[in-house]
């Protein structure tokens, strides 16, 4: 069993900076592919990014390529979304998620699940 637990949501102007955090608990964290996703009111959950057991290998959307940086420290069994020059269109609810070993990009391959952090976007 693995929890997740998601932070450092808010509300930013457009142009600004969030660093979302997700903290997991339970054995062979570094054993775990990690993701993150969103879901906008009204949308279905979208692929955001993900990152390898190791960190080896990474993906992200094409929406978000080039601004959303996604990283992960076995040692603490955290994952970071750094997120910059955001837009009104990143508004949702990001969501933490854990499947072993290998990455995936659809939610339905995804095991594991935290409660969402909301970012909100202004223009």
């Known amino acids: 069993q693995m929890q997740l637990v998601e932070s450092g949501g808010g509300l930013v102007q457009a142009g600004g900076s969030l660093r979302l955090s997700c903290a997991a608990s339970?054995?062979?964290?570094?054993?775990?592919?990690m993701a993150w996703f969103r879901q906008a009111p009204g949308k279905e959950r979208e692929f955001v990014s993900d990152i390898s057991w190791n960190g080896d290998e990474t993906h992200y959307a094409d929406s978000v390529k080039g601004r959303f940086t996604i990283s992960r420290d076995n040692a603490k069994n955290m994952v970071y979304l750094q997120t910059n020059n955001l837009k009104p269109e990143d508004t949702a609810v990001y969501y933490c998620a854990a499947r072993l070993y290998i990455v995936a990009m659809t939610a339905e391959e995804y095991d594991y699940w935290g409660q969402g952090t909301q970012v909100t976007v202004s223009s």
């Open positions: 339970g054995r062979a964290f570094s054993s775990y592919a």
